[in-house]
């Protein structure tokens, strides 16, 4: 984004005219250099919190303990934060208070891997102590320094080394692999939430089954928070999660937990242990649900097909069937034809009571009636007759057909 380079170079400009040292550094550099979309553009300095502060019209103090400043420029934020060690690693994470320094190349010294420890100044120059230019050309994640010493400080790393390798196609230097081997269990120290984070990054990559594979030879989260044991992701099939688009993210992660063996209903409680949001848990558990309920309804045999699948759409809503069409069409390719399904998904008329043509009230009035348990099955009998296209949605016809069922059931009765 041109904007946001330009407001970015601003900053450096008036960092530098007070005399501090200030670049573009980690993950925007990184991928500007391989061609990658760049998200933020994280800039750092020689300055304090409190100097960068007194340069700017207007900034917030997002993390001050460790040295971070969003600078606002045109209402974009931006985070400048200052050169910084981390001395104290308490319980393999990184430390909650760290150490200001003035100089750029203590500041590289901590980060993860080569490829994040590149600076660019104002004038295009790279400082880039640890040749991260030429393990990026050569599709290497090599740790900065000794690898056993940067994961036993913060064993996070070793999990953003496994997400790096799947998202870009890289390959672990070999020294780096064998610390990760060696300091995998360390990974039960790290929250979950963390762990999930990056997992998404993973998830929505171009490579999300390289992720799995090479997880799985990992052994990394064999103890963690999130459990994923290579036994338990040997059955997870790479082509099907290879074929799933990046989005909407429910489709891999619906995928990732049927292989698992976890069922529907199981999917929302293990997706929420996994930090993710309730709204997302059920949404991939909608997915899973609807993916039993068909295939059951397959294996009993065609008769009530479109009767399940329309239940599908009032119990789940249309999106999430919509949802299971793409992931059942891809997990399942040249299995199923699924053009009856996008038929009916795509004409049905109602999807919920509230649009219905009458509401309870009507009825209760119209058969001078108790409210009661018996409502509800009446509505949702109507509702089903007008989504299965056997029921015109209007007033009377409603009504008409309340009074059948009414006569009928009385008739049995
Ligand atoms: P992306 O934003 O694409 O996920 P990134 O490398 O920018 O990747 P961030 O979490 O945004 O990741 O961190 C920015 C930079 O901070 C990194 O490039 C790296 O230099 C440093 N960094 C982040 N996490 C760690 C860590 N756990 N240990 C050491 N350095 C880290
Ligand atoms: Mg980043």
Known sequence: ??????????????????????????????????????NDMDIATSARPEEVADLFARTVPTGIEHGTMTVVMEKIPFEVTTFRTETEYKDFRRPEEVTFVRSLDEDLKRRDFTMNAIARLLDGTFVDPYDGRADLEQGIIRCVGQARERFREDALRMLRGVRFASVFGFDMEPKTWEALLELRDNMTHIAAERIRAELEKMFSGPRP????????????????????????????KHEALAALPEKPEELRWAALLEDLGTSGEEAEH?????????????????????NEHIKEAEQKGQQHAKLIFVRCILDFGRTSVGNWLIYRSTVDKGGVSLERETFWLKEIPVESVRELALGGHDIVAHLDRKPGPWLGVR???????????????????????????????????
């Open 1 to 38: 984004d041109p904007q946001q380079v330009r407001l970015s170079a601003e900053i450096l400009r008036t960092l530098e005219q007070a005399g501090h040292t200030a670049c573009w550094v980690g993950g925007c550099v990184r991928d500007e250099l391989i061609g990658r979309p760049v």
């Open 209 to 236: 089954a390289d992720g799995i594979r090479l997880l799985a030879r990992s052994g990394l989260l064999e103890q963690a928070k999130i459990r994923l044991t290579p036994e338990s992701l040997e059955a997870v």
């Open 270 to 290: 293990v997706l929420k242990s996994w930090t993710f949001s309730g709204n997302f848990a059920k949404s991939v558990s909608a997915l899973l649900r609807i």
């Open 379 to 413: 509505i949702r009998q109507l509702l089903e007759k007008v989504a299965l296209g056997q029921l015109v949605n209007e007033r009377e016809a409603l009504l008409a057909e309340i009074v059948r069922i009414e006569a009928e059931t009385g008739k049995e009765a």
